[in-house]
């Protein structure tokens, strides 16, 4: 039996999946390889909101968090 583990990330506001344009992925084999493309493609990880969890922010629903 082989068991895989595989990271992905999705915006907290719309549910947006994270795709890296670079590699055609959307599937990472280590947690902190998908925050740092995420991040590369303008995406805010961990940002505190206002009832102090943290959300996942893909670069339009930041933009939107932004500029209301």
Known sequence: MT?????????TDCNNGFFE??????????KQEVIDAAK???WSIAE???S????DFCPRCLEK???P
Request: hydrophobic share 30%; glycine share 12%.
């Open 3 to 11: 068991i895989d583990v595989n990271y992905s990330l999705r915006c």
């Open 21 to 30: 344009h670079g590699t055609g992925s959307w599937v990472f084999d280590d």
């Open 40 to 42: 590369r493609q303008g």
């Open 48 to 50: 505190e909101v206002f």
């Open 52 to 55: 102090g969890s943290k959300w």
């Open 65 to 67: 968090r932004r500029h």
